[in-house]
């Protein structure tokens, strides 16, 4: 366990000051990482936070995968009071009730909040990663995950949750450690990518690819891709909200006009202003590498890798009780997919609780939501 | 009636052979023609196609309008064999039987297949117009469509009939010209665009308008914005086509290895690759500053312009008999449009069949489902 010497300019924003740090020690005693699809990484770091007491024999712990946006910070706390991403979910009283569980929050393996990544230093070279960084795979988020804890002296996990690409890494984790979870809740998760959701990322991709700024990967700090981040976000945004809330909250509202551009094809409407918005404040802190590589593992990311179809890797899955979570309107990972979760660990014997929410507010659902997500998190965890 | 002046490198392959070009007279007696939203063009040439003939008295004209994409070229002929983009709709014994009819494709206004385009020669400066051509609505090109008809001596249609653009294109024209319009088929329109279809295309624009190669509009013909047209192009088919209809075609097939690309993050899925395949070649053609005025135009229109509200609009038009056709799983103009489009008619005191198609090729589902589309387009002009 060691703090890592912060390799960007913006590390204060991507270091958020509750975040702790743990050095892995290693596949098999070395230092040495290896990669679930090739390649191995060094000092891998994995960035977390948590909240609660972790009990004395080890048995409270609930370990939370987020998506592919935020920092480990679900959550606030004495040493950082800023709003987590999860904020409604955790906390004394709350439905992951960190008066009863111990609460960690990884951030993923590949992001640029404070774990490994393609912004690190590659203690090889001493130079940043970059596109040197090897393919990274949902299965090494989770392996990550579980190195760290296992470093920290935690070997086996209360209940796994994730939503959106966590809930991939949940499963994952699982899959890989099915003697070391009782639990496991997906949000809004996929067993695998559609091929919908695949062309909207690799869109994303190949937009910020070909911004002039992104130099193959090699852009210096000072100036990132960031056009082609912002419309990368904003294809991004556009897949996580339906359109019938957007239709409620803008419906064809302009802009005033003194908030008008005069550039020809500027923004006019509403929309336009509010897509602008979130992804000019998203791309200050997000690294255009991290991006890349977070977004494929999501494409190639196959729960029937590991027994060569979904229902024989579910079945790998050894949990006491699960929690399947979906969205009605969600575009990205739709219903039929949490459907098909649910079915595949049911039919493995597992006991399982598919919950359908009908919520206007799409993928994005669980981050926003609190009417309907809280109540059913609340009475899982009640039940256990 | 004069051919134009070929303004472009490529124009041979925007000019379909079996075009015909009609200079307009202009409004009030003059050679201006004055833009809905201001402005002037002037000089102002349609294409068109034609097939069929024209009765005596003029009461057989089919005018079709198309979407944002094609030319006039919505069916062969013996001057042009090659197959039109609405090949099984037009022809003899066809739903729009040539027989019968004398059925006219007009390329919109703007568009860079023939008609008066940002791509054209501006007659006061002798250079291509590029963002010096004035703020387009669908309004102009119903106009322009309207005065190229009148200069052939035809005033009065039959039918008008529009798909996607081309359906708000008929309804204006309806709304602009009620006593010179008999009956009314619309498909896959709208009477205004929704937030998330502005979203969709606002993107579109950002990311032409950001490829260095834009050169704000003033790009030479052998350096177009190809890399903003090829993104801008894939995500109009995401757009435009069910995420069902992938799944059922793609699923997660991988290319071949030969055909994989060796780059990080290259292609690997077939979705990929047909998404690259389809946006390379409507790039090809298409002109970068045309997309934008059209595109944006499909935003500004609104039908509740035309009298405060959608209904008082649609109340405007007087066809005898109107067929609203609308796909369920149309994403970008939504069923609900469809509806909309009959139920304001219906009020109106007009006779309306609103036909719901259970497709699953979502707003393209005109294009390529013939066993949907063509009987109910043949039963309409059947019972008339």
């Known amino acids: 366990m060691s703090k890592p010497?912060?390799?960007?300019?913006?590390?204060?924003?991507r270091h958020p000051p509750a975040t702790r740090y743990v050095t892995l020690r290693g596949d098999y005693g070395t230092a040495n990482f290896v990669m679930h699809r090739g390649g191995i990484l060094k000092e891998v770091v994995v960035a977390y936070e948590a909240w609660g007491t972790l009990s004395d024999n080890h048995d409270n712990v609930v370990l939370v995968f987020g998506g592919l946006s935020p920092s480990a910070?679900?959550?606030?706390?004495?040493?950082?009071?800023?709003?987590?991403?999860?904020?409604?979910?955790?906390?004394?009283?709350?439905?992951?009730?960190?008066?009863?569980?111990?609460?960690?929050?990884?951030?993923?393996?590949?992001?640029?909040?404070?774990?490994?990544?393609?912004?690190?230093?590659?203690?090889?070279?001493?130079?940043?990663?970059?596109?040197?960084?090897?393919?990274?795979?949902?299965?090494?988020?989770?392996?990550?995950?579980?190195?760290?804890?296992?470093?920290?002296?935690?070997?086996?996990?209360?209940?796994?949750?994730?939503?959106?690409?966590?809930?991939?890494?949940?499963?994952a984790y699982a899959l890989m450690f099915p003697q070391e979870v009782a639990h496991l809740v997906t949000i809004s998760a996929a067993p695998r990518a559609l091929p919908f959701t695949i062309a909207v990322r690799s869109l994303q991709r190949e937009i910020i690819r070909c911004d002039p700024d992104f130099q193959n990967g090699l852009y210096p700090q000072d100036q990132v891709p960031t056009n082609g981040m912002v419309l990368a976000r904003k294809l991004g945004l556009m897949s996580y909200r339906a359109a019938e809330e957007w239709h409620q909250r803008f419906n064809r509202a302009r802009v005033s006009p003194e908030r008008r551009s005069q550039e020809r094809f500027g923004i006019e409407f509403e929309v336009e202003s509010y897509l602008e918005y979130n992804a000019q404040k998203f791309v200050k802190t997000f690294d255009a590498n991290s991006y890349l590589y977070l977004s494929r593992a999501m494409d190639l990311f196959d729960v029937a890798d590991h027994g060569g179809s979904v229902n024989a890797g579910l079945a790998k899955i050894q949990t006491q009780h699960a929690l399947v979570i979906g969205v009605n309107t969600d575009i990205l990972f739709p219903l039929q997919q949490q459907k098909e979760i649910a079915d595949g660990l049911q039919k493995a014997g597992r006991s399982v609780d598919f919950i359908e929410i009908e919520s206007i507010n799409g993928h994005d659902a669980f981050l926003v939501d609190e009417a309907h997500f809280a109540p059913v998190v609340r009475d899982f965890f009640g039940k256990l």
Chains 1, 2 share one sequence.
Not at 5 to 13: G, I, K, M, N, S
């Open 5 to 13: 010497v912060p390799t960007l300019e913006v590390a204060d924003q």
């Open 73 to 171: 910070h679900a959550c606030s706390s004495p040493q950082d009071p800023s709003r987590g991403w999860w904020e409604y979910m955790i906390g004394s009283g709350k439905p992951i009730d960190t008066d009863k569980f111990y609460v960690v929050c990884v951030n993923s393996l590949g992001s640029c909040f404070g774990s490994t990544s393609p912004s690190s230093i590659n203690p090889d070279s001493g130079h940043v990663y970059g596109l040197d960084f090897p393919d990274l795979s949902i299965e090494d988020m989770a392996k990550a995950a579980h190195h760290a804890l296992h470093d920290l002296g935690i070997d086996h996990i209360h209940t796994v949750i994730g939503s959106s690409m966590g809930g991939m890494s949940a499963l």
